[in-house]
């Protein structure tokens, strides 16, 4: 009997490099994530973390290397289709609730047909809050909010930048919960940390970066 093919990595870097204004910022990068797997992104404030996530999601043009998603080389737009981008900001509108803005934010970025917004709101503790509006949510709730759009992405990769921030110790068990669950239907994610925080205890790879000399 003949082993079947290897699979392909659901994300490869390839001397993956960004620069701005002449100035490198990363790389040059080679790393992958298998389905089922996390990669945890350590470095130190302003090691480049958060423009390394930015550039996988397609938002930020590299200066050069590659990106594969299941092998295939994955121009920006499959880049944005295939994945979930959890940032430092919300993305939602302050005077909209917070039903209204899952809603519009899901019309953005695409959503699973199941769960309901109602049940994603439930899983992130946002239960109850379905009509406050975003403005008068704290920081935590704002993140979790975040983290409701993340669970309706039909995204298989996750790029979760900080993921632990603003959150408390419920909060911080919700989202290892979550990445378990992600991994565990065949879905990837980049977490980057300072170190300073909790990791996911699922299956994972460490990339450290650190800033070019
Ligand atoms: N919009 C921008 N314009 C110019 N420089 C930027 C911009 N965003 C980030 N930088 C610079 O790029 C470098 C990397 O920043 P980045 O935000 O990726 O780091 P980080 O590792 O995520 O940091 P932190 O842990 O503080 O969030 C830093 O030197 C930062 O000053």
């Given amino acids: ?3 079947p093919p290897p699979r ?3 994300l490869e870097a390839r001397q993956l490099r960004f620069s701005r204004n002449d100035i490198p910022v990363f790389g040059p990068l080679d790393f992958s994530v298998d389905a089922g797997e996390a ?3 350590q470095g130190d404030n302003g090691a480049g ?3 390394l996530l930015r550039v996988l999601a397609g938002l930020l043009r590299p200066e050069g290397g590659q990106v594969r998603l299941q092998g295939q080389p994955a121009d920006p737009l499959s880049r944005a289709q295939s994945t979930a981008y959890l940032g430092h900001l919300p993305g939602a509108k302050a005077d909209l609730g917070v039903r209204e803005n899952l809603d519009y934010l899901c019309g953005l970025h695409g959503r699973r047909a199941t769960p309901s917004l109602e049940e994603a709101l439930d899983v992130v503790g946002l239960g109850g809050f379905e009509d406050a ?3 008068q ?3 935590g709730q704002k993140k979790r909010l975040s983290l409701a759009r993340l669970w309706l992405s039909p995204a298989p990769l996750w790029l979760m930048d900080e993921p632990y921030a603003n959150l408390d110790l ?3 068990e919700l989202v290892n919960r979550m990445v378990r669950a992600h991994l565990d239907e065949g879905g990837a994610s980049l977490v980057t940390t300072h170190g300073a925080y909790a990791a996911p205890p699922v299956r994972t790879r460490l990339l450290a970066l650190e ?3």
Avoid: F, Q
């Fill in 1 to 3: 009997m003949t082993a």
């Fill in 8 to 10: 392909s990595p659901l």
């Fill in 39 to 41: 990669l945890l992104v």
């Fill in 49 to 51: 973390k958060t423009t």
């Fill in 133 to 135: 509006l975003v403005r």
């Fill in 137 to 139: 949510l704290s920081a």
């Fill in 170 to 172: 419920e909060g911080i």
């Fill in 211 to 213: 800033k070019p000399t």
